[in-house]
């Protein structure tokens, strides 16, 4: 039985092993390396640059704005997304009339491209074609009857990360009620006998029974708030929106080594990137990780 | 629709036989108004698309919110063929195609040996698998953008086709690495005892069993490739190829019409374009929506 195996498990994993270490590993690694060099994409022009790249980010106005933009998205899409997909999905394990319609509404955002939807809402964001300014001219609300949504620097921000919740809350709120569906019902009947409310019941029963999916939902949301690019790249056409309002550290880095040509310092400012997801994503697992209730 | 049959479905038909008193009724308003207000955010703008699609630039100039007069299909003609949506679709079929069949093969033999071999070395080769989850795709690009460079591979269908598949192993070894931990040990053993080699059992054992777990892993691929934008963006252009000619995939064709759309005012045409795009996404949702609904979340609860 033991014979050939070893030679079996090579040549399975070869194949796979390679094309990976080609196309993924060894792309973000060297993207770290990148990073500390001065490189304008002639390989021959490759030059080490210490950690000067890394120093030129506190001066660099347009990354503390990027940084600043993220930071904004980062506290409102996993919010509002979570308290959206955690009220569907309460209502509809509750048992409603016409669950199964506005569920299966409601996820429908997910399975479409973000490229799809960033055409989708720059049609709902027309200053006079667009659904949102139709709707405001039919409600007989001049003043917002034209507004160009994306093109003003208060609103062009707020605009994008809805249409984030837009499409990602569908995803979170069957997450949910998976992890609902899996609450033992006696949990509940036990609380009922105690004469607890439907509101405290949700509280001390659901929420913190909900802590794993709770968890991977505030790391996932986070990754996509520090990510953003599909989004911002459609809804402004690559420039950041007016007044670089919208403009985040992906598309700023995406403008920097593919528009721009400078590799290297595109490089450091998705090594940034990378960082501050890492960070994120151990502070969001550790977090709340220290009792998880088994049953 | 697929019918459910959840915990939660038992529940509702338990309590919907409540009797329906004013107090309930009272508290039920403000939740269908906002459940329904929420359905309607949703399926508007979808809505509007395809309605929008089959009118002409007149009518949604002047009456932007009208119902078609009549059906114009030609802005579908003029999107497929005009606006070469004709061509970005083939050339994602030509990517996809091959990139999904690679991407479940190649996913499959990771996975099942990872789940039932033990070896030295293997939790790290499963770490290194699953690690690429963790990060954003645009971070690989623009050393990506310089390795395919090398290869002679940027620019390629087949290149592209390679990159997918790389990109898909996370997500896909690590779905189906929970499923052959699942199936049973002793079919594997027995194949093996019966004299089929590791290869032979893999193949017309184990693969046949896993064909569930597949399916849903095939679905998936197919919607992420089908609409990646990033890695398109960055590894492919259409330099040195004739007038008229792209070798641009649907959602990065979406992005290019959108930038023209503000010249060319087409806007019939660039409604057909993004139905054309959506509804084979929302198609597989329909057929497949139990399995989908399922598979999402596997991976997020056990991860």
Known sequence: ?295 | MSTLATPTESSETARSGKRWNIGRVLTQIPIYSFLVLWAIVVIYPMAWTVISSLRTDRELMFTPWGMPTQLHFENYLRAWKDAQIGQFFVNTLIVVIPSLFLTLLLSAMVAYVLARYEFRGKQFIRYLFMGGMMFPTILAMVPLYFIMEFLHLRNTFHGLALVYVAFSFPFTVFFLYGFFRTLPRDLMEAAIIDGASHTQTFFQVMLPLAQPGLVTAAIFNFLGQWNQFILPSALMDSTGLKEGQTRSVLSQGLYYLQIKQQYTNDWSGMFAAVTIVMVPTLLVYVIFQNRIEKGLTVGALKG
């Not at chain 1, 997910?110 to 405001?136: C, D, E, K, R, W």
């Not at chain 1, 994503?281 to 009792?291: C, D, F, K, N």
């Open chain 1, 1 to 295: 039985m033991r014979h050939g195996q070893k030679r079996f498990i090579f040549g399975f994993l070869f194949i796979p092993l390679l094309l990976y270490t080609v196309f993924v590993v060894l792309p973000y690694t060297s993207a770290i390396l990148i990073a500390f060099t001065r490189w304008r994409g002639v390989s021959a022009n490759i030059t080490f640059n210490g950690l000067n790249n890394f120093a030129r980010l506190a001066q660099d106005d347009l990354f503390l704005n990027a940084l600043k933009n993220n930071a904004k998205v980062l506290l409102t899409l996993p919010t509002i997304t979570i308290a959206l997909a955690l009220l569907f999905a309460a209502l509809f394990t509750r048992g409603l009339r016409g669950q199964r319609f506005f569920r299966t509404t409601f996820f429908f955002p997910q399975v479409l491209s973000m490229a799809v939807v960033g055409v989708l809402f720059n049609f709902v964001y027309h200053p006079t074609l667009g659904i949102l300014s139709n709707t405001f001219k039919t409600l007989g609300i001049k003043e917002l009857a034209t507004f160009p949504w994306l093109g003003d620097v208060v609103t062009v921000l707020p605009a994008i990360v809805f249409v984030a919740v837009w499409q990602a809350t569908g995803f979170y709120m069957v997450l949910f009620m998976a992890s609902m569906g899996s609450i033992p019902t006696e949990f509940y009947e036990a609380a009922k006998i105690d004469g607890a409310g439907e509101w405290a019941i949700f509280w001390k029963i659901t929420l913190p029974l909900l802590r794993e999916s709770l968890r991977t939902a505030v790391v996932f949301l986070m990754i996509m708030a520090m990510d953003m690019f599909v989004y911002v790249s459609f809804l402004t056409n690559e420039t950041g929106g007016p007044g670089r309002a919208a403009q985040v550290l992906s598309s700023y880095l995406y403008q920097t080594a593919f528009r721009q040509g400078n590799f290297g310092y595109g490089t450091t400012l998705a090594v940034v990137l990378m960082m501050v997801v890492l960070v994120l994503s151990i502070i969001g697992l550790r977090a709340g990780s220290q009792e998880t209730v088994e049953f």
